[in-house]
């Protein structure tokens, strides 16, 4: 809940948003907007989603993961905390994860959704990871099979794990961004992998916000 009023109360300051203006929007009422936001009333999900959507981010939803209690604990616990808000995103494809057109980035693959507890500034989606080029001998090591979240509206600055893909190629790939010597390259973190040139002719899709391994 509390993830959810932040990331509504930052997209309405953005857009220079009033509660009145985002309750129009919802045809409700100003006070209703501000039982939400200030957690005096539960909105529930799908009003959770509605504002959303109203906010031009039907991209993200807000779905429900109910954590079971060990029996010991299932009398004392709370029942809020039985129960957290997430974020689902699409898992879409390395041959076209994302295309753009007249301006708006429309995300692929839209039959699997996976959970997330980060809130994304942009259509993020998921990816799973093919290969061995970003599995590293010690430190940061992402294997192939695991899950990465991918956020286009973050910036790819240098140090950033990126998913990039140049003109001429079928697929995306899965790199770190570095600079040296005032030059940028696209760099695995397997270093039996080569690293290439970034040059403007290569397109970053989006930055890599978060790892997981399903099990």
């Not at 857009?15 to 309750?23: D, G, P, R, S």
């Not at 031009?56 to 079971?68: N, P, S, T």
């Not at 994302?98 to 994304?120: C, I």
């Amino acid at each position: 809940m509390d993830k959810w009023i932040e990331l509504v109360k930052a997209k309405m300051s953005e857009l220079n948003l009033t509660q009145e203006l985002l309750a129009d929007r919802l045809g409700m009422s100003q006070g209703g907007i501000g039982h939400w936001l200030n957690k005096r009333r539960d909105p529930g999900i799908v009003n959770m989603n509605r504002v959303l959507k109203a906010l031009g981010m039907d991209f993200l939803e807000v779905a429900l993961v109910i954590r079971e209690p060990l029996a010991s604990e299932a009398e004392e616990m709370p029942l809020a905390l039985k129960y957290n808000p997430y974020f689902r995103y699409p898992v879409s494809d390395w041959r076209k994860p994302v295309e753009v057109r007249d301006g708006e980035l429309t995300v692929y693959g839209k039959e699997r959704f996976e959970l997330s507890d980060y809130h994304a500034q942009g259509p993020a989606f998921w990816l799973v990871v093919v290969g061995d080029a970003m599995t590293a001998p010690s430190g940061i090591s992402i294997a192939e099979g695991m899950l990465i979240l991918v956020d286009p509206a973050i910036v790819p600055e240098p140090g950033k794990l990126v998913i990039a893909q140049w003109p001429d190629s079928a697929e995306a790939t899965f790199r770190k961004l570095i600079e040296e010597g005032g030059q940028r390259y696209l760099v695995p973190l397997n270093p039996t992998y080569p690293k290439t040139l970034f040059t403007e002719e290569c397109r970053i899709i989006g930055v890599v916000v978060q790892a997981t391994a399903k099990f």
